[in-house]
């Protein structure tokens, strides 16, 4: 057992933990966060996504050990005082889930790709959700989600399709 | 999926890393980034007794000037590579190979020098690498030495370093005002390529001067297309001598064969992929 100390979602832990423990099954086996998902385990479908220091990184290819020191924010630290993150509200807004898991990554990577490039093209988004995959193959409405969250494109009054 | 159980050690410093390999012997592994060891792991390809983690040794991270040319920290992530102003300046053809490399998430967590130790035969740093003579820094317990880059590559996922010892940086020779690019031929986003060519050029007046251009998956290790960087050399940068000169990429290379194109398809493919790059390289 190796000893860890980290924070997560703004909370700091102490845990002793298996060297080979990844980090995404610390996060739901250990922390009950289990807003963050595993989807294909083989560090290929980014639903596993999450901030390591402020960076994205699939969770599913990190020992927990090697976190140790480092802040973590998962889906679950997103939200503050009841009130969605904006890139939560876009996907909301646009529709940008079917199925819902590959979200959670989703929103995590897209939060990334604005704090590298406040204002991408499309082409830009497409790209730095590349490590994402959506197997309902929505992404249509992810790639607007973000550019809504963006500032670059109006929230959509009305939704096509929308079940509300 | 979950890795066999392993001791583990992060050491902060190289020297210590270096005795903790030596007191693992055959039984340690080196992890840095760990975007391919720990795949591997996980499926249990592999089961080391001890992991040895250079994820806390900082003098190993960072971009530095080193007179003619820049050393890169072996455990400096690709993310870091990707945006540093000595690299792009310098050995552009590195930026523009990582700018391509798997996914965002992995640029952050994988490391230059972790991808380079190990020596996937369709890893996208090799064939850069080649290119630009980069010589490779391994570090042992007797002291450090430098392979050169045409001696670093032996086999499938086999490189010089020997049991024991370290990658701890690497130097690429500056070529400043060089052009220079990446050409990635892939069926699917964030995947490694089917073949792919890193081409720098240096062009006077219209005229191909100097030219480098490194291949990747045409073989157990990249390699130097070295007929086609002579072939190059004193033409026009137009699509005819280029397409003239890339027709020979293909030569000496021994592709795989698997279900994305049998070995003559790759050797195709080779040059015309050398001809875009090239061309793209030389601002065409």
């Known amino acids: 057992m190796t000893r860890i100390n980290l924070t997560v979602d703004g909370d700091t832990y102490s845990d002793d933990v298996e060297p080979r423990m990844l980090l995404v099954h610390y996060l739901r086996e250990r922390l009950g966060k289990t807003g963050t998902v595993v989807g294909c385990d083989t560090s290929n479908c980014g639903a596993c996504t999450v901030h390591l220091d ?35 509200a876009a996907f909301h807004e646009c529709h940008a889930l079917q199925c819902g898991y590959c979200t959670p990554g989703m929103i995590m990577q897209a939060i990334d790709v604005l704090n590298d490039n406040p204002k991408p093209s499309e082409e830009e988004i497409r790209v730095g959700l590349e490590g994402n995959l959506c197997r309902c193959t929505g992404y249509h409405n992810i790639v607007r989600a973000v550019q809504v969250a963006s500032g670059q494109e109006p929230k959509p009054a009305s939704l096509e399709g929308s079940a509300s | 999926m979950i890795p066999a159980q392993f001791d583990y ?17 055959d039984e340690g592994k080196i992890i840095a980034g760990g975007q391919s060891l720990l795949p591997v792991l996980r499926m249990r390809l592999n089961a080391p007794e001890k992991v040895i983690d250079l994820g806390r040794i900082d003098a190993l ?78 570090a042992g317990q007797g002291g450090s030495r430098t392979v050169a880059a045409d001696d670093f590559f032996v086999d499938l996922f086999t490189t010089a370093i020997e049991d024991g010892e370290i990658l701890t940086e690497v130097r690429i020779p500056k070529r400043a005002g060089w052009g220079a ?9 964030h995947q490694w390529p089917i073949v792919a060519v890193a081409a ?42 280029v397409r003239a000169a890339a027709a020979s990429a293909g030569e000496g290379t021994n592709p795989p064969s698997d279900l994305n194109g049998d070995a003559d398809y790759r050797k195709h493919l080779a040059t015309v992929l050398t001809r875009r790059a090239v061309l793209a390289a030389a601002g065409g």
């Open chain 1, 54 to 88: 402020g960076h994205s990184v699939k969770s599913c290819n990190v020992l927990a050990v090697q976190a140790d020191g480092s802040e973590v924010t998962t889906i679950e630290g997103l939200a503050t005082d009841g009130e969605l993150h904006p890139m939560q």
């Open chain 2, 9 to 25: 050690v992060a050491p902060s410093t190289v020297e210590e890393a270096l005795a903790a390999l030596a007191e693992a012997g």
């Open chain 2, 61 to 138: 991270r960072g971009v530095r000037d080193d007179g003619d040319a820049i050393v890169i920290g072996a455990m400096t992530s690709h993310a870091d590579v990707l945006s540093n102003a000595l690299v792009r300046d310098n050995a552009f053809v590195i930026t523009k190979a990582v700018e391509q490399l798997a996914d965002p998430q992995v640029r952050h967590r994988g490391t230059f020098g972790g991808a380079l130790a190990h020596a996937d035969p369709a890893g996208d740093l090799g064939a850069p690498a080649l290119a630009l003579d980069a010589e490779f820094v391994i």
């Open chain 2, 181 to 189: 690019h990446y050409e990635k031929f892939v069926r699917v986003a």
């Open chain 2, 200 to 241: 720098a050029v240096k062009v006077d007046g219209g005229t191909i001067s100097e030219a480098r251009v490194g291949l990747t998956n045409m073989g157990s290790t990249p390699l130097r297309a070295r007929s086609v960087e002579q072939a190059l050399v004193g033409r026009p940068a137009t699509d005819e001598a």
